[in-house]
């Protein structure tokens, strides 16, 4: 590998969350020293991912067919949507075991600042998707699970706005979850007692 190479793999890697100029240093050297055990099995794993992955078609859940696992079981309580800023809060949640129903990922949260609008997060398409579950499946509670930020607040009450006239309970997850807090990083006994804890949304 040459330096340009090793360069741009360290790169790369200091992209990733969590992960800072001497973090990806680390790390690309421990997979240079253990090629065979580590990085090759890795870029077959990223080749894998990259080619077989994408978001279900219904939920934006990553799946390797049209609609995920989630949306396709038929044992889920149709009559209830989990609407979530990211695919880690959907696992999240089904790690915590403490929702049934089925979800909504919307790619994040509104900021305008970073260029997140309505149309980034696919909110047209969130708003059709319950309008006709609505009225097909009779669904009851919309449960909406953005984080305790600003941005995940803000994004809640644009969508409950969006929603307002369907013949729906809107409800927003409550005490346990710390203002600032974000889902992907909660214990599952903080995250049961904040789904069991959730309040209707007043309109």
């Not at 099995?41 to 978001?55: F, G, K, T």
């Not at 403490?98 to 609008?117: A, E, S, T």
Request: aromatic content about 4%; some cysteine; proline content about 4%.
């Amino acid at each position: 590998m040459s330096d340009d190479g090793l360069q741009n793999l360290i790169k790369r890697l200091g992209k990733l969350p969590g992960l800072g100029p001497r973090s990806a240093q680390r790390a690309a050297l421990a997979l240079i020293k253990n090629k065979e055990q580590t990085m090759l099995p890795l870029a077959q794993a990223l080749h894998e991912v990259a080619h077989r992955y994408r978001p279900c078609v219904q939920c934006n859940n990553l799946t390797e067919l049209d609609k995920c696992t989630i949306c396709n079981d038929p044992r889920r309580d149709a009559r209830r949507l989990c609407i979530v800023e990211d695919v880690s809060d959907l696992w999240a949640m089904e790690r915590a075991g403490v929702f049934q129903g089925r979800y909504f990922v919307l790619g994040g949260c509104l900021n305008i600042m970073d260029g997140r609008g309505p149309s980034e997060l696919g909110i047209d398409k969130l708003v059709s998707y319950v309008t006709s579950i609505s009225t097909s499946e009779d669904m009851c509670e919309i449960i909406l699970a953005t984080s305790a930020t600003v941005e995940g607040q803000t994004t809640a009450h644009y969508i409950a706005e969006r929603l307002a006239g369907l013949t729906i309970t809107l409800s927003r997850l409550a005490h346990g979850v710390p203002v600032g807090g974000e889902l992907n990083y909660l214990d599952d006994g903080t995250l049961a007692l904040a789904m069991k804890a959730r309040t209707p949304l007043t309109k």
